[in-house]
């Protein structure tokens, strides 16, 4: 029986089973597939009078449906196929002429801008003869390499529509990008460094974060992907932030609070007694400020609150996300994150009570902001309280032991995967600026931080006879991440390259991006803070037939050579363009790398002649960047790239991926040849991969995004959840991100993705 299509125009065409099993046998070029298997069960989706974007769409999915773990190369044709389909929509938007090659930038460029889908800022910083050879370098086969979840991803979220019909291509996409980020470097040698920027972001070599990959050539875009601020005790400090919250968000940022300064539940206003309800009045209205001010549309805010635990509201603070309990003290869609000090820890380990108490309380009757200290600072003032408490001094406190409050911590994780974990005094030793003020706690995926400070409000001054509310002296910590794709990476010299143009683009960024809070702006002057990170981990140890649980020494040398090779670039662009402002009196002006001296070095690093050079080449010309690199989540952008996310083990060797219209299978890129090479996370004891993370970590100046994963099939015991968090402890680990945990019944700990940070 004849089975008639309808064409894009209206008219019918008779189906051809030829031009179907051409198409394929093109589309699977390269590949060791039949391309006969998706067509035997064509009846199943092959109906008289359906649209030939109906047939391309049931071909696509039928052909996804085909990819397992012994032909893994379906999920590239699916995704080969899906650009097909874009091209052909893309075209007929843009008004392209039927038979012409999808690509023509400087017409697409016009259009772009004529639109408003694009700035103007390419045709007013480069002439037309610089567009012309831009276009050159463009090569469209770039396109070829997504598999469907890539493919799709890249058209759901990051590519440029009119109306609502995509127009953009992706190396429409990448060139323009290119071209934007490199726009103030020398004119004699920006175009080769649009061509070098264009082929590592279209080959997948480096990976931009959510907000540059996404706003970078649209009008207006904030580029900064993380954010932390604080504030101060006071109702004006506190509906700032809220502002400054609810502006970020605006633009696209994931943004941390810390709310450690915020008086108690029962503290006095104005000297009246249990005035106060506390932080978690506050973090409710943080809450609904995140969900009611959308990321442009696309994704509700994300806000992680951060609170000390010494602050008497912590119990509270714990149960945030639980399901029991009072509903108005619930916090939902908020990230709750502890920021704990060694004392602490310490207190843990030798099984004492802990002190919490009041920061208003102590701030009016000592003088001592709580919030800003850490070390030995902070264990004086501590131990003062301590014994002020027990002498009956203090009106408002708790004693509680410590061991049992970090089992409220456990308890909270495995129920809800939070709170994530901030180590203090490991943050501020490892702060390369501790001469200019503390770290109080994380972004939103706890790899990005640095000094904060609340700005002060004050409402008492008159202009034109109104009264005005003036911010002064407040820093919000700002970062631009990028990460590298380590699975796409096949050369030391390479890598090198690669993290130069990384370290290059994040810093021009840093001054290309129209920050949405002033405290911002200052502190990207002040600090030039970016975040290199990295991704495709277990494919590189894969490759390289290195299992995961054996994988230390390896990971330490490799990521000793990209601290190596992300300090040298740096350092080389001091020397073009100067240093960050807070560079006079920051360890990187004392000699001290990494939290460490030259003699550290030449004891411990396995290329010491290279930090050699580097120390020397540091007192001569300083350094761009204050903090240099920071390893992200990478849950979605590491689909695009096709590797396996950040540097943890994969979670499972094939999965299927469900959501509201349909599933997508996935795997690791070299599951085929490289089967058994790939250890999986939930198969491994989280203390190894601590271990593991330990190695990378001393290489990393700011931090990694580290979830655990505790498998209860595999009988894990409370006591293996606290060893693992003593472990990461006293390894210098940081910070710890989502606590997930398989059930029994071989379900999992739902999280969302990272919404900011490098995907």
């Known amino acids: 029986m004849a089975v008639n ?35 035997l069960n064509l009846d199943e989706y092959l109906k008289d009078g359906m649209s030939t974007s109906e047939l391309f769409n049931a071909l696509t999915m039928n052909v996804l449906s085909q990819t397992s773990v012994e032909e893994p190369e379906w999920k590239n044709v699916a995704g080969r196929l899906k650009m097909l389909a874009l091209y052909k929509q893309a075209s007929l938007q843009r008004g392209t002429p039927k038979n012409q090659p999808p690509y023509d930038y400087e017409k697409f460029l016009k259009y772009a801008v004529e639109k408003g889908i694009y700035s103007s800022a390419i045709p007013e910083k480069y002439n037309k003869e610089e567009i ?101 005790d006071t109702r004006e400090s506190i509906f ?110 030798n099984n004492e009570d802990w002190l919490m108490v009041d920061p208003h309380e102590i701030r009016t009757k000592y003088g001592i902001e709580l919030a800003d200290l850490w070390g030995k600072e902070f264990e004086k003032a501590y131990n003062q309280l301590y014994l002020e408490a027990a002498f009956g001094k203090l009106e408002l406190y708790k004693f509680y032991p410590a061991k049992e409050l970090l089992k409220k911590v456990m308890r909270s994780q495995i129920e809800t995967g939070m709170p994530y974990i901030a180590f203090k005094d490991t943050l501020n030793k490892y702060n390369p600026n501790k001469h200019d003020g503390v770290i109080v706690g994380t972004n939103l995926c706890t790899e990005s931080h640095s000094n904060v400070r609340p700005s002060h409000i004050d409402e008492d001054r008159l202009q034109d006879g109104k009264v005005i509310r003036t911010a002064e002296g407040g820093l919000v910590h700002v970062c631009n991440l990028v990460s ?95 240093t960050f402002g807070a560079y006079p009196g920051s360890d990187w002006s004392r000699g001290i790398i990494l939290g460490h001296d030259k003699a550290w070095f030449t004891q411990n690093a396995k290329h010491p002649a290279a930090w050699e050079e580097i120390f020397t080449a540091l007192a001569a010309f300083g350094i761009r960047n204050s903090q240099i690199a920071a390893i992200a989540p990478n849950t979605s952008s590491s689909l695009i790239q096709g590797c396996t996310a950040s540097v943890l083990p994969v979670y499972s060797k094939f999965f299927v991926e469900t959501h509201g219209k349909g599933s997508i299978p996935n795997c690791p890129p070299f599951i085929r040849e490289k089967f058994w090479f790939y250890q999986e996370n939930r198969n491994i004891s989280q203390e190894t991969v601590i271990d593991v993370m330990s190695h990378i970590n001393k290489w990393i100046d700011t931090g990694i995004s580290i979830e655990l994963m505790y498998n209860l099939n595999r009988n894990i015991r409370a006591r293996d959840i606290y060893n693992t968090i003593m472990s990461a402890w006293k390894k210098d680990i940081k910070t710890l991100y989502y606590t997930r945990t398989i059930q029994k019944d071989g379900s999992s700990l739902e999280k969302s993705e990272c919404v900011s940070c490098a995907g």
């Open 240 to 349: 700032y932030v809220i502002d400054q919250v609810s502006s970020i968000s605006k633009f696209g940022g994931g943004v941390g609070v810390n709310i450690s300064r915020v008086r108690a539940k029962g503290a006095r206003i104005k000297g009246i007694k249990n005035s106060s309800g506390g932080v978690i009045p506050w973090i409710r209205i943080l809450n609904d400020t995140a969900v009611a001010v959308n990321q442009q549309g696309k994704r509700k805010g994300a806000v992680t609150v951060s609170l000390d635990m010494w602050h008497l509201d912590i119990e509270d603070f714990l149960e945030l996300r639980t399901e029991n309990g009072d509903q108005r003290m619930k916090a939902y869609d908020i990230f709750p994150q502890i920021v704990v000090p060694d004392l602490f820890m310490q207190k843990v380990e």
């Open 484 to 578: 590298i794709n380590l699975a796409n990476i096949d050369s030391d010299e390479e890598l090198e390259s690669v993290c130069t143009t990384s370290v290059r683009l994040l810093d021009n960024a840093i001054d290309l991006t129209n920050v949405p809070v002033l405290e911002g702006q200052a502190h990207n002057r002040r600090y030039r803070t970016i975040g290199v990170g990295a991704m495709g981990l277990a494919d590189m140890l894969a490759k390289h037939n290195i299992p995961y649980i054996l994988s230390a020494g390896y990971v330490d040398e490799l990521f000793e050579k990209i601290a190596i090779y992300n300090i040298r670039a740096s350092i080389r662009l001091a020397k073009e363009k100067g």
């Open 132 to 232: 012309k050879k831009a276009a050159s370098f463009i090569k469209p086969e770039f396109d070829f390499v997504y598999d469907y979840a890539g493919a799709n991803l890249l058209l759901k979220r990051y590519l440029c529509e009119y109306g609502d019909k995509i127009v953009e291509l992706p190396q429409d996409m990448f060139l323009s990008i290119a071209l934007l980020i490199e726009q103030d470097e020398d004119r004699g040698t920006r175009l080769d460094k649009v061509k070098d920027t264009y082929e590592k972001l279209a080959d997948r070599k480096i990976s931009l974060g959510t907000p540059l990959l996404m706003n970078l050539r649209r009008p207006n875009g904030n580029l900064s992907s993380c954010f932390i601020t604080a504030m101060e």
């Open 5 to 39: 299509l309808i064409k894009r125009d209206g008219s019918v065409q008779e189906f051809s089973i030829f031009k179907l099993q051409t198409l394929l046998a093109d589309v699977c070029r390269g590949f060791p597939l039949d391309v006969k298997k998706p067509l």
